[in-house]
């Protein structure tokens, strides 16, 4: 965005983290999304700006990754995503919108591809894109009238630390299963580490997931929706045109890839494919 001639506000949750982006045009402002005193302090600063610059596009790209069974995740941490990938997103962009109506700005609110799709151990961080997909629909025909443009971008597997953070805490969830849990979803959780690292590994690079992002930023004429990845591109099509069962099953097919030796051919081995 700073090379398309953007002065840009970037929200970081360190101080550290701010020193290592500065740089000409980009200026870290610390921002925790849950926090309103830092979504206030943000307000401020846009509203008091000394050169009076116009804000043009809010990216609301805060998010937090999550992993495991519907039946095994905790309620505290379907709370936490929520509040970060579902409730921050709301408080920012509420915060925010007196000004970008001013402007006759842009929100680029990045979902997911699970914001479309959504597969086994995957109904948490799905549920919030979800959510995602559904308030970002309601804001685009909300701010039609008022010449405020609200724009989707749905990213599969990138190339970041994001899917180290999400799968930080399988491990722990795992020890926590009862037996009744380890027997229904075992296999499955073994098999997770492997699905995320070899659909990262597979994924964009994420200098070419920003200039799709700053595309969707700056287009004069944007789509409402952008997708980053052709594995991305190909699941959402897919799951239009697919009875439901039948995309589970492609779903499933691919998660089995990464299963125990000792669950797909039933014989004792060294244990998940990478």
């Excluded at 948490?124 to 008022?146: I, N």
């Excluded at 989707?152 to 491990?171: C, D, F, H, N, Y």
């Excluded at 020890?175 to 499955?188: C, I, V």
Aim: glycine share 8%; charged share 20%; hydrophobic share 40%.
């Amino acid at each position: 965005m700073v090379r398309r001639g953007f002065h840009v506000l970037a929200g970081v949750r360190r101080d550290s983290d701010g020193t290592a982006l500065r740089a000409a045009g980009i200026e870290p402002v610390i921002l925790d999304i849950t926090n309103w005193e830092h979504i206030a302090a943000l307000v401020a600063r846009v509203d008091g700006d000394p050169r009076h610059r116009a804000v043009r596009v809010l990216f609301n790209n805060a998010g937090l990754p999550c992993s495991g069974p519907v039946e095994v995740v905790p309620l505290d941490t379907w709370r936490r995503v929520f509040d970060v990938n579902v409730f921050g997103t709301v408080a920012l962009t509420q915060a925010l919108l007196p000004a970008l109506v001013r402007s006759k700005g842009r929100v680029v609110n990045i979902s997911s591809m699970n914001g479309r799709v959504s597969m086994a151990d995957y109904g948490v961080y799905a549920g919030s894109k979800h959510a995602v997909e559904a308030l970002s629909d309601a804001l685009r025909t909300e701010l039609a009238p008022y010449g405020v443009q609200v724009v989707i971008v749905e990213p599969g597997g990138v190339k970041t630390e994001m899917a180290r953070v999400g799968l930080a805490g399988l491990s722990d969830l795992t020890t926590r299963m009862s037996p009744e849990q380890n027997e229904r979803y075992g296999t499955l959780m073994q098999a997770i580490p492997y699905h995320v690292a070899a659909f990262t590994a597979s994924g964009t690079t994420s200098d070419t997931a920003a200039r799709k992002t700053a595309k969707a930023a700056t287009d004069r004429k944007p789509r409402t929706r952008y997708t980053i990845g052709a594995v991305t591109a190909f699941l959402i099509h897919a799951s239009n045109l697919l009875p439901d069962r039948m995309f589970d099953r492609l779903t499933m097919s691919d998660l089995r890839k990464h299963y125990p030796d000792t669950v797909k051919y039933g014989r004792t081995t060294a244990g998940p494919r990478a």
